[in-house]
Structures are given as structure tokens and as C-alpha cells.
């Protein structure tokens, strides 16, 4: 599980509906039950719906879309196997394909301090004085 050869982020959507996203990825990895991949909601309606709606035990399983790099069929079964794909997009919704593949836990974002970014207080005007001027004791 990796980005190799993405020229565009991996998108998070719901349900498979690829005319609005709802996050994208920010790390994907391997792990010995499968790729776990982390994404980053958008701070919009619809990503807000999305998380309230996993909170409600809603929307709990992924899915993902992805286009065959190298295939063919079980000439015993005659089932499809997928040896490698691209992975295109993920999405969360009720209910998934695989009881693995699940949403394993939602993080609340940290909380940023602008505090930093703030500007200064204004300087206090005193109308008493000759032509406004800053009072030198406040």
C-alpha cells in the first residue's frame, strides 16, 4: 500500500459518490492485516455529516475503488483474482464488501493556537491631549 505514481490525492468519499469528497489521505500504509491508510476530513457540511453519521454507528466500513494492474482467473474456480492495482479512491458507508475493512477509529483534529497571529492591542488614545497623542502612562 503506497502512493507510488499518484499525481493526485487519494480522495475519501461517501459511498462511492465521486462528485464531492469528503477528505483526503494523508499517510497509507501496510500493516499485517491489510493497508491502513489515515485521512483528514473537510471541515464542510458534508464532511461534518460523514463523521456525525460514524458516530451514530452509521457509517462504519470502507470501500475502495481500484483499477487492475495485473489480473486474471482462477482456472480451478474461475474467480477473478486481482494480483496488483492502482488504488483510485476510498470511501466509508454502511455497509462494506469485507467485515475487515472498517473504519478503526476517528480522531477529533487538534485544536491550533493562533494566539501567535494575533495583532497587538491598539495603542490607547487619550482625546484630552494636544492632537490625540498616546498618553505616555496607559
Same mark, same amino acid.
Given at each position: 500500500?503506497?502512493?507510488?505514481?499518484?499525481?493526485?490525492?487519494?480522495?475519501?468519499?461517501?459511498?462511492?459518490?465521486?462528485?464531492?469528497?469528503?477528505?483526503?489521505?494523508?499517510?497509507?500504509?501496510?500493516?499485517?492485516?491489510?493497508?491502513?491508510?489515515?485521512?483528514?476530513?473537510?471541515?464542510?457540511?458534508?464532511?461534518?455529516?460523514? %463523521?456525525? /453519521?460514524? =458516530? @451514530?454507528?452509521? !457509517?462504519?466500513?470502507? #470501500? $475502495?475503488?481500484?483499477?487492475?494492474?495485473? *489480473? &486474471?482467473?482462477?482456472?480451478?474456480?474461475? %474467480?477473478? /483474482?486481482? =494480483? @496488483?492495482?492502482? !488504488?483510485?479512491?476510498? #470511501? $466509508?458507508?454502511?455497509?462494506?464488501?469485507? *467485515? &475487515?475493512?472498517?473504519?478503526?477509529?476517528?480522531?477529533?483534529?487538534?485544536?491550533?493556537?493562533?494566539?501567535?497571529?494575533?495583532?497587538?492591542?491598539?495603542?490607547?488614545?487619550?482625546?484630552?491631549?494636544?492632537?490625540?497623542?498616546?498618553?505616555?502612562?496607559?
Amino acid at each position: 500500500a503506497e502512493f507510488r505514481g499518484r499525481k493526485t490525492p487519494l480522495y475519501l468519499f461517501r459511498s462511492h459518490e465521486q462528485n464531492r469528497a469528503v477528505g483526503r489521505a494523508l499517510s497509507l500504509t501496510d500493516s499485517p492485516e491489510g493497508p491502513v491508510a489515515q485521512f483528514r476530513i473537510a471541515a464542510t457540511p458534508a464532511g461534518d455529516e460523514v %463523521v456525525a /453519521e460514524y =458516530r @451514530e454507528g452509521l !457509517l462504519s466500513a470502507v #470501500s $475502495v475503488g481500484f483499477k487492475a494492474v495485473m *489480473d &486474471g482467473f482462477n482456472r480451478t474456480d474461475g %474467480v477473478r /483474482e486481482v =494480483r @496488483e492495482a492502482a !488504488l483510485l479512491e476510498a #470511501s $466509508v458507508l454502511p455497509i462494506g464488501a469485507y *467485515d &475487515g475493512a472498517k473504519v478503526l477509529e476517528y480522531r477529533e483534529p487538534e485544536p491550533v493556537d493562533l494566539s501567535a497571529f494575533l495583532l497587538p492591542p491598539a495603542p490607547q488614545i487619550d482625546a484630552s491631549l494636544p492632537w490625540g497623542r498616546r498618553n505616555p502612562l496607559l
